[in-house]
């Protein structure tokens, strides 16, 4: 399943692109896909979805579920068609769950089994098997789950769930989703309230889709911070679930025609969430003409199509506290930055250390290597711009680090198109976990 297990690395040339111009529409959103499935899967009747995201990382998501007794069919008009087993039904998987690169999987799946009284080995790709498990390691075990591995809080880790769980009020200690649902995930099968504190929003994508499923949960403000509680055993109820385009999808396409001279792009239905959004905001403020069209709702979510036509772009200095909105899109914000007038700050992101690849010092490398100017500091990057002229490019011989990371992988094939001499990027395959028709989208766009 996953790209390091089976195939060779896969080197590609970004060439300097003549116009964008054009109208897409990205696949769905990521973060709404997994959930969607593992919902569906927990849910009492069929859930139906349009619009999944069929990356790799969902997949491994899908092929989770199935493992622990879930029906999930893809009928070949593309709709997705899931039989839950009920909260409490999760079925003992048979071999290790391979989460490939997606640490989504992983983190919700383990909130999943945690109150269950099962025990599943999850492993990974060697990105994901570098990446930090002790954030859902710590909240879990309070709940009464049992972790054992070789490698520390790395995968493999095989997890014993327990059931009954026990109910916790859980203050989150960094900025993450993922650890917040995986506690939400695991308050499911048990009984009594379970509390998530969150200090910083972050994606909220859990909190409406447990509601839009019939779980008893609110949310509410207290001293600046967000309480969530969830009652449980949950009874989840069959939805029918449209997937809105993925705006960390969008990303790219929307960098890309801001940065390429004469480019007039429009993106088709794109997941507006203000807690995933941040992104957009900051290219406005640094002059980018992103259009807002037809503004909608979608499966529960704010829609529009974006038209984003090429701009002079000055540098800023980027508030921290816009961070986890769009915690990853910054691999692409730094490529925008780099061809900016003036110099861009960004601070306080530490957590992308920890992504499918340390993005602070992989961007820094990819975009140093390509001509740009970049100091590297402990909690972001301060990038000085070109003021609008294309970047070099990688030098004969040489190609960017992609670690592995899909956007790591994109993003420098964005820089790519505002080059002089192109930038080879060292192995694409793993934009698959996330955009597989990522390359197919840019030739239609002229890239
Ligand atoms: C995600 C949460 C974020 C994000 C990831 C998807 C989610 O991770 O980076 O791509 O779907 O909950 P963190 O929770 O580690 O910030």
Known sequence: MSVAHDSLPQPRRFAPAGPLSGAIRVPGDKSI????????ALAVGETRVTGLLEGEDVLATAAAMRAMGATIDRLPHGEWVISGVGVGGLLQPGAPLDMGNSGTSTRLLMGLVASHAITATFVGDASLSKRPMARVIEPLSQMGAEFSGDNGDRLP????????????????????????????????????T????????????????????????????????????L????????????????????????????????????IANVGLNPTRAGLFDVLRQMGGQIEEVNPRVVGGEPVADLRVRHSALTGIAVDPAIAPSMIDEFPVLFVAAAIAHGTTVTSGLDELRVKESDRLTAMA???????????????????????????????????????????????????????????????????????????????????
């Open 33 to 40: 896909s997994h959930r969607s499935l593992m919902l569906g």
């Open 157 to 192: 880790l095989t997890l014993r769930g327990i059931c009954p769980a026990a109910p916790i009020t859980y203050r989150l200690p960094m900025a993450s989703a993922q650890v917040k649902s995986a506690v939400l995930l695991a308050a499911l099968n048990t009984a009594g």
């Open 194 to 229: 379970t509390t998530v504190i969150e200090p910083v929003p972050t994606r909220d994508h859990s909190e409406r889709m447990l509601r839009g499923f019939g779980a008893d949960l609110s949310v509410t403000e207290k001293d600046g911070e967000r309480v969530i509680t």
């Open 231 to 266: 009652s449980g055993p949950a009874e989840l109820k069959a939805q029918t679930i449209e997937v809105p385009g993925d705006p960390s999808s969008a990303a790219f396409f929307v960098v890309a025609a801001l940065i390429v001279p004469g480019s007039d792009v429009t």
């Open 365 to 447: 490398e990819a975009l140093t290597l390509a001509g740009a100017r970049v100091e590297e500091r402990e909690d972001g990057l301060v990038i000085h711009g070109t003021g609008g002229t294309p970047l070099p490019g990688t030098p004969a011989g040489a190609a960017v680090v992609t670690h592995l990371d899909h956007r790591i992988a994109m993003s420098m094939a964005v820089a790519g198109l505002a080059s002089t001499g192109g930038v080879e990027v060292d192995d694409i395959r793993p934009i698959a976990t996330s955009f597989p028709n990522f390359l197919s989208l840019l030739e239609s766009l002229g890239g």
